[in-house]
């Protein structure tokens, strides 16, 4: 099995950045899918950004040019930077790692941007 633990979020005003970064531990022999979801209220669960194995990046069209992915597979370890922050990307943000056979959820961390 494979273990997240998630880090960062919090409150910041519109326009401000925040850091959230990932961590697995746990049966990982290579992971190939590492990525970020969120749910706002009242809403479905969408895609932020997902980062695969060779390194190519995907990116919701609302936070290309704002939010950043990068993973240390050294570390096994996924980051999502986020700048330029607006209200509408007030949710609860979660990690997502795909290792092998292994399909593994974050707790979730809120991030709220006032404005």
């Known amino acids: 099995q494979v273990q997240l633990v998630e880090s960062g979020g919090g409150l910041v005003q519109a326009g401000g950045s925040l850091r959230l970064s990932c961590t697995a531990s746990g049966s990982i022999d290579r992971i190939n899918v590492m990525g970020w979801y969120r749910r706002a209220p009242g809403k479905e669960r969408e895609v932020v950004a997902t980062?695969?194995?060779?390194?190519?990046?995907n990116y919701a069209d609302s936070v290309k040019g704002r939010f950043t992915i990068s993973r240390d597979n050294a570390k096994n370890t996924v980051n999502l930077q986020m700048n330029s922050l607006k209200p509408e990307d007030t949710a609860v943000y979660y990690c997502?790692?795909?290792?092998?056979?292994?399909?593994?959820w974050g707790q979730g961390t809120q991030v709220t941007v006032s404005s």
């Open positions: 997502r790692v795909v290792a092998g056979p292994y399909l593994a």
């Open positions: 980062i695969i194995i060779g390194g190519r990046t």
